[in-house]
Every structure is written in structure tokens, then in C-alpha cells.
């Protein structure tokens, strides 16, 4: 049947893309484990941490030129080893934070599973970049929330610093691997600048991200659940010959010794006991034997 070879397709590309997802987590890890710091390296960087209550989170100081938050449990805060202004660092810092305390990284994590077994839906595609970009501009307003004009300013020039050191980079130790969200994702610099820059520009595109958001949403959530079958269903000759109904009409039951036989147009189909009587054949009219 080509639906079960379909079916099969489905299973087996999606159970390798779980996989290979997997792996690509796991592998992370295990790259990223010798660059975390301990308890006494990583002070430096926890002063910018400690004012935002946050205790659980390890840092890993990469060779790469790279800032990024990995894992939803026991995450890794992921920093560039040099090349960083101090000032810069604190807004990597303070971005990556907003991140984790409100669960992007879950968000970023359950999409990247689902599109494992949605990967033949393109809405899962278009719905993960719209989240992505969302997640990005909603941390970049958090982040900013009670600054003033200055300081948004100096918010989206560090951007376009962190974001024009990352591309001169050279050294590749992490970046074949993947992590959940980067400070710089590609494609979104340019808009989430414009956005940081124009607050009624902001408040619209919100609403228009919101709106398109929801509307991918509507329709994987269609996909998923609406099948589309074939607008006949024409029984052929064939079959028909070899069919028959059950009915009131053409039907009824003979009950003798606690046991029903059925009869369907005069001749005998079946005996059947009284808990199929009741469930399926409560209308057929009985006949009790004397």
C-alpha cells in the first residue's frame, strides 16, 4: 500500500533526524567540557551574573569567537576567549541571561524536535525562523527595558562590534557544532538594530510578528491534525456483490439457551452472546424461542 511505504518514509527519516539531533547535543557537550571554568576562573565573568539571582549556569570560554547559551538542563554560557570589550561582554552577558530565565532555551529546544518529525512540513521551517527572530527581538527589549536613549545606542553599537568581531574569526574549534541560541543570529542583525532604533517601529513589527507567528502555528497545527482523503468513495462492483448491511429490516435475532443467533434476509450468520447484543446489535428486533 503506498500509504504504509509513506508511513515508513515518515518513521525512518524521522528517527534518524532524532537521532542525529541527539548526537549533535551530546557531542556539544563533550566539547564544550573542557572549557568550563571552575568556581575561581569564571569569577570575572560571574560579577555580571550575580545581580540577576542566577546560580545554576556554568561558562565554558571558548577559543572561538562565539557568544551563545547551550543545554535546557544545566546550561552552558557560552563566551569568547579575548577580542571582547568589557563593556561588550556585559551585554552578552545580560542577553544570554534574559534567554535562560525565560525558558528560550525550552522554546528553541521543543521546535527543534518537533521539526525531527515534521521535517516534510515547511511551516515548521518558516515557524522556526519567525521564533528565533521573536526570541531575539523580545531579549534585545528586555535587555534595554529601563535605558535610556544613550544606552540603547550603545546596546545596538555593541551588536555591530560583537557581531563584526564574531565574522573575523578564524579559529573553528566549536563552531561544526550546533547551540540553541546565539547572541548574532544570521539574517536577524540588521533588523533587530533597526528595531532597537525605532520603538513605534518596534511595537508594530511586534504585532506583526505576533500575528504571523500565530498563523504558522494555525497552520502546522492543521497540518497535523486534518488529513486530506479522496472525495469518493464509490464502493466497486466487486465488492459490493460480497457486501451486505445489518438492519432492523432485514435483520433479527433468535434467542435460545442464552445465546442469539443471527439472521440477516432468512439465513442463519451467527451466534452471538448477549454483550455483543447490547453494544452492537441493540435494535435488531429478538425473537425468544418457546
Known sequence: MPSDILFGIWIIVSLILLARFI???ILVRSVLKKYILNEEDSEVYKRFIKKSGIHSLRIAVTPEKTASIFGVIRPILILPQKG????DLKFIILHELEHYRHHDLWIKFLLDVLS???WWNPCIYL???DTNLALELCTDQ?????SDKREKLDY???LLRVSKAFATGTNKTVSQVHYDLSLVEKGSLQIRVQRLLDAKRTKRHTLFNGVQTL????LLMFSMFIVFEPASH???EEVQSDTFSITPDNAYLIKEKGEYHLYVNDEYLSTIDQTSVEESFSDIPIIKEE
Open 23 to 25: 548526537a549533535r547535543r
Open 84 to 87: 571582547i570589550l568589557e563593556e
Open 116 to 118: 525531527c518529525f515534521h
Open 127 to 129: 515557524l522556526k525562523r
Open 142 to 146: 528586555r535587555v534595554i527595558k529601563n
Open 156 to 158: 545596538a553599537e555593541s
Open 215 to 218: 498563523f504558522l502555528i494555525s
Open 234 to 236: 464509490e464502493i466497486p
